[in-house]
Every structure is written in C-alpha cells, then in structure tokens.
C-alpha cells in the first residue's frame, strides 16, 4: 500500500516540473493536410457504420437500453465542454467515451463521438470539419477499442469493478491524445529529425497534459458507473455488463 | 437496508468527487503564472515550427464571435448533457422506489 503512495507522488511531483505551456485539443480546422483528412475519414468511416448497426440491434434489446444509451451521449458531450487546468498550465478537455464502450461495446460510440465533434466544430469552431475524420479517429475509434478491451481484460484478469472501469477509462482517454500525436507528426515530420522527433513533441504537448485529467475521467467514470449499479442494475445484466449474481 | 448501502455509495461518490475537484483545482495553485490557454494559436505555433511554409487550407465555417459568446455555448453544452444525466438517475432511481414498494 505504502509503495503506491510513493509512486503517486513520483508521478505528480514529475508532473509538476514539467516546464511547458502547451495546448491540447482536437486538431484544428484546416491544419491536417488534404491527404490525411481523406485518409483518417476513411479509416473511421467504417467503425461509425458498424456502429450504426451496433445501436440499432442494442436498442431493440428494450426501450431502457436506449435510455441509458442517451445518458452515456449526454455523459461524452457533457464532458467533452469542460477545459480544465492542468498541471502543464494549459487547458485540455476528457472525452467521457469509455462510459458508453464500456457499457455497449467499442462501436456506438463511434456514432455518438461523431456527433459531439460535429457540434463543436460547427457552432464553437473546436475541432473542424476537415479533421473530423481524424478527430474521430481519435477520440471515438481508439479511445473505445481501448476502453472496451482494458474493460475486458481487466474484468478477466478478476480484477474489482470499480479498479477496471477507472484503468479503462482512463486508458482510454489518454491513448486519444496519444493517437492525435501520431496524427500529428505523420503529417509534420520533424526537417530533422523525422516522424520521431516530431511525435515526442507532440507527445510532449498533448499526452502529457492529458494525464490528470485522464485520471479525472477514468475517477468520474466510477462515479457514474456506481450509480448505474445501485439504480440501473437490470440494464447493466441486459448489457452483459454485469453478470446475474453480482 | 438499502439505505445503508446508498449512504454508503454516497460517501464513496463524494470522496470520488472531491478528488477530480481537486486534482481540476490544484495546477491553478501549483503553477501560479501559467496562461492556462488550450487554444489554436499555440497548436498553430507547434505546427509552423516544424512546417514553416504549412499555411491552413481551410478555416471554420462560423467563429463564436467572442469568448463570451463561446462560453455560453460550451456552458449550454455542459448543462445539456449534465442536466440528462440529471434527469435519467432520478427516472431510474424513482422507478427503483416504486419497483420496491410495489414489491412489499
């Protein structure tokens, strides 16, 4: 027990020295090249299609599915307009997707993330339009697939509830930023030294803001989740979240 | 019986709260001079670092036209979505209750 302690502290005090005033968002309007854009709404296209069909076919389990479908949207736009500090001192928003893949797989919220994006390029001009593939990419296709299978494998693993949902949560959220530096630095190679070079200053910019508040997300994931299974638990059984005994 | 356990939900929940409420609050102490900006214009500085030439090829359709007016939005955004979350806990806890007594 005392050993974790310590280890918190390492990483919070590592935390705290990192000299830099950096941004982490979205990728802004128009600064993906042509090329990219195209590419990345390709690669996320099909996961919002299947998506599609993965909600339909959940749905129809029963009307209170839907419901707490609505919730888990509500939940990732909810979150998703909180900028909040960080210790970096610079601002950076959760994307509230490991809730809903979690709770209905790694596709729904495919669907449910592109809404969001779409909203906030349009009426806040966060994000945009041209990088909305990317931005989908990112957030919804990534961020899910990890969540639902840290989920998974942590739930094998035996691992206690709320100590699966908080890892993939939070997992989930800090590979999003994770992939939008990739993203980054496939489309700005450093002159120098190439994609590497370019990807740890991106890394640098985006991820490491994105820490605490990963741990905001993965924390206020349990918070919701231990709602849902004192007041929704025949939901989470339906969605094979929970199993009948539990 | 069962109000043991949602007390006891409760105070996990809070302590859960107050954590994320801090961990949000502490870099405003702990990095006194910090701008505490997210926005485009440093993203753009990273990026022309590396590119100088790379000119945005396409800009948002519509800009809040101040920083009120996306405040608004953002704020209308957050309430949105908090305020379903609102509405849906109390639906399933109200249909919890009612369950139960129907029940006795």
């Known amino acids: 027990m005392k050993k974790k302690y310590q280890i918190a502290l390492g990483i919070f005090l590592a935390l705290l020295f990192m000299p830099k005033t950096t941004f982490a968002m979205h990728i802004m309007e128009g600064f993906l090249p042509p090329l990219w854009c195209i590419s990345w709404g390709a690669a996320s296209l099909p996961f919002i299609i299947v998506g599609m069909f993965s909600i339909k076919k959940k749905i129809e389990i029963n009307l209170r599915i839907k419901m707490l479908m609505a919730m888990a949207g509500a939940f990732t736009f909810a979150l998703s307009a909180l900028k909040i500090p960080s210790v970096t001192g610079s601002c950076s928003h959760p994307t509230g997707i490991g809730l809903g893949a979690i709770l209905f797989g790694p596709t729904v919220m495919c669907v449910i993330g592109v809404i969001v994006l779409i909203f906030q390029a349009l009426l806040l001009a966060h994000g945009g339009l041209t990088t909305l593939g990317a931005n989908t990419f990112s957030m919804s296709v990534v961020g899910g697939l990890v969540a639902y299978f840290t989920y998974k494998i942590l739930k094998k693993m035996k691992v206690s509830q709320s100590v699966a949902i908080f890892t993939a949560a939070a997992l989930g959220d800090i590979m999003t930023y994770v992939t939008t530096s990739f993203q980054l630095a496939l489309a700005f190679p450093d002159k120098t030294g190439g994609f590497i070079a370019s990807l740890m200053k991106f890394m640098g910019i985006f991820a490491v803001t994105q820490i605490p508040l990963a741990i905001s997300e993965g924390i206020l994931t349990v918070i919701v989740f231990n709602l849902l299974t004192a007041y929704s638990k025949e939901e989470l059984i339906d969605l094979k979240v929970l199993s009948e005994e539990a | ?104």
């Open chain 2, 1 to 104: 019986m069962d109000n043991k356990k949602d007390n006891k939900m409760l105070k996990k929940n809070l302590i859960l709260a107050l954590i994320v409420i801090l961990l949000a609050v502490a870099p405003l102490f702990l990095r006194k001079n910090a701008e505490f900006g997210g926005a485009d214009d440093k993203a753009k500085e990273a990026i022309s670092h590396i590119d100088t030439n790379y000119k945005p090829w396409f800009s948002p359709i519509w800009t809040p036209p101040s920083g009120e007016i996306a405040s608004l939005l953002f704020a209308l955004q957050a309430a949105i979505g908090a305020g379903f979350i609102g509405y849906y806990f109390g639906y399933a806890k109200g249909k919890k209750t009612i369950v139960k007594s129907e029940e006795i």
